[in-house]
């Protein structure tokens, strides 16, 4: 089955105009926050000015009016977006599907007898279906989010520079402190935040360093409009650009507050390693915020794969899991992990004094 074309190898010439639509819808997810914020420096230019007239507020309220046409349009595609990556991702998968199901009886004898450990028939369906079903995962939400985000962070930054070069360059030190500990040492924090729960939250899971950024911005800010004749609208944006890019490189989102309701819909789930044996299935759980649940079952019952859930050491086969009404996988991993403690279970946990 392997062919050139990585994970696009079935993607025919329809599939491909779908993709090409939906890069574009990427893109422009990525591009309209940044118009907008440019046409709010411009206002507040005019603002802090104190030289408004009739002509200065149509002119803007004309420019407020294609802002809100954009963020309509904006809507209706990103709704077309998701129509162009979820159709060809169902295509691509269905073609998948079938051309595994076709190799299956061209192999050779011992190929089957490699597979005595399960029913042969239920290890050629569940195979296709969870190849299937990473292609589709990957394709619909995994691709596009990573355009949109890559694209934002590309646009912010640019904006940033022709809005005022001086703050931007003098906030990329934080956009760094951003982007640096994802992408180099995120498994050292991973393992560290594992030792010190709380401290890890704190350092890394708050917004902390966000503030820090703002207020060091709006120090620097303040020196270049007073002394360097800077617009104090393109200074202000030009921060607010350069932190919305660094935080869209990170790929996810962060909650200022956390309630903590927490729900399970339809949710399925098999390890990997076992995929003919169902841990979980059509799981419906709901646990409010400050409420105390317990998970009784026997071994093997899917509790401590519960936890596992939560925090995202594997993502489930079908449902979601929503944190506060947000989808848990559209969460900032490291973030999400810094939310939550837990305690090793032991018999003597619950016994009484």
Same mark, same amino acid.
Not at 19 to 25: I, N
């Given at each position: 089955?392997?062919? #050139? ?6 993607? &025919? ?5 779908l993709?090409?639509?939906?890069? *574009?819808?990427s893109?422009?997810d990525? *591009? ?15 603002y ?9 507020? $149509? ?8 802002? @809100? ?23 691509? @998968? ?18 089957? &007898? #490699? +597979? ?14 969870? &190849?299937?079903? *990473?292609?589709?995962?990957? !394709? ?13 962070? !590309?646009?912010?930054? =640019? ?5 005022? /070069?001086?703050?931007? %360059? ?5 956009? *760094? ?13 991973? &393992? ?11 350092v ?7 503030? @820090?950024? /703002? @207020? ?20 202000? !944006? ?22 903590? $309701? ?5 949710? $399925?789930?098999c390890?990997? =390693? ?11 759980? #709901?646990? +409010? ?6 998970? %009784? ?6 509790k ?22 947000? #989808? ?5 991993l +490291? /973030? ?5 403690? /837990? ?7 619950? +016994?009484?004094?």
């Open positions: 089955m392997a062919k #050139k074309g990585g994970i696009f190898r079935y993607a &025919d010439g329809v599939d491909k105009l993709l090409v639509l939906g890069t *574009l819808g893109i422009g990525g *591009l309209m926050t940044p118009l907008m914020m440019l046409v709010l420096s411009r206002v507040i230019n005019e802090g000015g104190g030289t408004f007239s009739n002509d200065i507020v $149509d002119k803007y309220s004309i420019w407020l009016l294609f802002v @809100a046409i954009g963020v309509g349009i904006s809507a209706f595609i990103g709704f077309a977006e998701g129509i162009c990556w979820t159709g060809t991702a169902e295509r691509q @998968a269905s073609r998948m599907r079938m051309e595994y199901f076709k190799s299956v009886p061209r192999q050779e004898v011992a190929f089957f &007898d #490699k +597979q005595a450990n399960s029913s042969m028939i239920f290890k050629v369906i569940s195979t296709i279906s969870s &190849d299937a079903h *990473l292609i589709h995962d990957t !394709i619909t939400e995994k691709i596009p989010n990573c355009l949109a985000h890559l694209s934002s962070f !590309i646009i912010c930054f =640019s904006f940033g520079f022709v809005l005022s /070069w001086r703050l931007a %360059v003098v906030s990329l030190p934080f956009s *760094l402190m951003f982007i640096v500990p994802g992408f180099v040492f995120r498994k050292v924090l991973k &393992d560290l935040g594992a030792k010190i729960n709380g401290a890890y939250g704190v890394v899971g708050s917004m902390g360093m966000i503030y @820090a950024a /703002w @207020a060091f911005q709006a120090s620097v800010g303040c020196k270049l409009v007073t002394g360097e004749g800077e617009k104090g609208g393109h200074v202000f !944006i030009s921060g607010i650009c350069v932190i919305m890019g660094a935080l869209s490189i990170m790929n996810g989102e962060v909650l200022p507050y956390v309630k903590g $309701d927490i729900e399970f819909r339809d949710v $399925d789930f390890y990997p =390693s076992r995929s003919d044996s169902p841990v979980l299935q059509g799981l419906n759980l #709901k646990v +409010q915020a400050g409420k105390m649940v317990g998970l %009784v079952g026997g071994s093997g019952s899917g401590s794969t519960i936890i596992s859930l939560l925090e995202r050491s594997y993502d489930p086969v079908n449902g979601d899991i929503p944190l506060d009404g947000h #989808k848990l996988k559209n969460f900032q +490291q /973030w999400l992990r810094s939310q939550t403690d /837990w305690s090793i279970k032991s018999q003597f946990s619950l +016994q009484h004094p």
